[in-house]
C-alpha cells in the first residue's frame, strides 16, 4: 500500500505542476520573435540566421521592472520608445538608465496604441511586443484617430493617418505607376515571383478603392519606387539587419518604399526553412497601406497594426484597414464592405469558440485526473 501512496502523491505533484504552468512568466515570454518560429520549423542549418536584433531581445531582462529601478542598458529602451514616437528627447530624461515617470507614460502610449493591456509597467505581453519585430514607420504620426464602435461585431476600429491626412489628388478613379529598382533587388528570389507578390499586394487594396495601380519600367519616373536596401541607405531611417524593423515607407505623395536587405524574404514557408523567414507578400501590403496615407492601426489583426512575427502570413484586408483607405479615397464601386462584416463576424465566431472549447475542454481533462488521483490516495 505504501508504495501505491508514495506513486500517487507523486503523479499528484506532477499534475499539479502542470495545472500551475500557465501562471509562469517565461511561458507567456516564450512568444518572442525567436521563440515562436521555432516551434514552426524543424530544426536545421538555418538555425544560425535567427540572428535577431540583439539590443531588442536583450529587453527581456526588464520584465516586471518598474518607476524608481535603475538598471544597466534602461537608455536603450528609451531610445526604443523614442524612436517610435512616444518620448521625445526632451522627457527622456537624457536617456539616462532611471526607469522614470516619462517612461512610464511612454509605457501607456505604447500599450494603448498596440491594443495591450495598459498597466504602465514592463510586463510580459508588454515586452514580447517590443520585442517583436515591425515595421519602421513611426506610431505618433497620425493626425486623427477615429475609433468607433460597430454594431455588428462589436470592434473597436483604430486607424489612422498622418499628420495633415495626406493623399494622393490624382482625381478619381486614379492610376498610381509603380517600379521596381534596378540596383536594389534581392537575387535569390526571381524577379517574375517578386513581381507577382506585389501585384497581389496592390490589388487587395484597388479591390477597395478607386485607386489602381500599374507596373513600369522606369523606377526614377514612377509614383511608387520600391527597393531593397541595407543598413545606412540616405534617407535618415537606417535598417539594422535581420529581424527588427522590417521595411518603411513613406507617406503621400513621396512613394519611397524600402524594404531591409538582411531580411531573409519569403515567397512561401514550405520552400523556406528559416526561422527568421518574413513573409514578403504581407509586409508589402502592409507598407502599401502607408504609400496611400494610413498610418498604424492599433487592432491587432488589421494588416496595418505595426508588428509581424517571423514565418507569419498577413495579407488579408480587415474592416479596420478598409474603412481607413476608403475613408480618403471612397469605395470602389465594385466592392460591398457588408460582405467583409459577414467573413470577419463569422470567422471572428468560430475562432473565439473554438478556442474556447478547446482551452475548457483540457482543464476538464486535467481536473478530472487531478480528481482520479486524490480519490486514489484516500482509498
Ligand atoms: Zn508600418
Ligand atoms: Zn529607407
Request: glycine residues 8%; contains cysteine; charged residues 20%.
Amino acid at each position: 500500500m505504501r508504495p501505491l501512496l508514495l506513486f500517487g502523491s507523486s503523479v499528484f505533484v506532477v499534475v499539479l505542476l502542470l495545472l500551475c504552468r500557465p501562471c509562469f512568466p517565461a511561458r507567456i515570454l516564450a512568444g518572442s520573435a525567436a521563440s515562436v518560429i521555432q516551434s514552426d520549423s524543424p530544426p536545421g542549418d538555418h538555425d544560425k540566421d535567427v540572428s535577431h536584433n540583439a539590443t531588442w531581445q536583450d529587453f527581456a531582462r526588464f520584465l516586471d521592472a518598474g518607476v524608481g529601478a535603475h538598471m544597466a542598458g534602461m537608455s536603450e529602451l528609451k531610445r526604443y520608445f523614442t524612436r517610435f514616437g512616444y518620448l521625445s528627447l526632451s522627457d527622456s530624461g537624457n536617456l539616462t538608465d532611471v526607469f522614470d515617470r516619462s517612461l512610464e507614460s511612454a509605457l501607456v502610449k505604447y500599450q494603448t496604441n498596440l491594443g495591450l493591456a495598459v498597466t504602465g509597467k514592463l510586463d510580459a505581453g508588454t515586452i514580447t511586443a517590443i520585442m517583436s519585430p515591425r515595421c519602421g514607420v513611426r506610431d505618433d504620426i497620425e493626425g486623427q484617430v477615429v475609433p468607433g464602435h460597430h454594431a455588428l461585431l462589436k470592434a473597436t476600429r483604430h486607424y489612422a493617418y498622418f499628420y495633415g491626412r495626406p493623399r494622393w489628388t490624382r482625381g478619381s478613379p486614379a492610376t498610381l505607376t509603380y517600379a521596381f529598382s534596378p540596383n536594389h533587388m534581392i537575387r535569390y528570389i526571381g524577379p517574375g515571383e517578386v513581381r507577382a507578390v506585389f501585384q497581389r499586394a496592390f490589388s487587395r487594396w484597388s479591390a477597395v478603392i478607386p485607386v489602381s495601380f500599374k507596373e513600369v519600367e522606369e523606377y526614377a519616373k514612377a509614383d511608387i519606387r520600391i527597393g531593397f536596401y541595407g543598413g545606412d541607405h540616405g534617407d535618415g531611417e537606417p535598417f539594422d539587419g535581420v529581424l527588427g524593423v522590417l521595411a518603411h515607407a513613406f507617406s503621400p505623395e513621396n512613394g519611397r518604399f524600402h524594404l531591409d536587405a538582411a531580411e531573409r524574404w519569403s515567397v512561401d514557408f514550405k520552400a523556406e526553412r528559416s526561422k527568421a523567414a518574413v513573409d514578403l507578400e504581407s509586409v508589402a501590403t502592409h507598407e502599401i497601406g502607408h504609400v496611400l496615407g494610413l498610418a498604424h492601426s492599433s487592432v491587432k489583426e488589421a494588416v496595418m497594426y505595426p508588428s509581424l512575427s517571423p514565418r507569419t502570413r498577413k495579407v488579408e484586408l480587415r474592416i479596420d484597414d478598409v474603412e481607413g483607405v476608403q475613408a480618403l479615397y471612397g469605395s470602389n464601386p465594385n466592392f460591398k464592405l457588408s460582405s467583409l462584416f459577414e467573413s470577419e463576424n463569422s470567422s471572428n465566431l468560430g475562432g473565439l469558440g473554438l478556442r474556447d472549447i478547446r482551452q475548457s475542454s483540457m482543464w476538464a481533462t486535467a481536473s478530472s485526473a487531478a480528481v482520479v488521483l486524490v480519490i486514489l490516495l484516500c482509498v
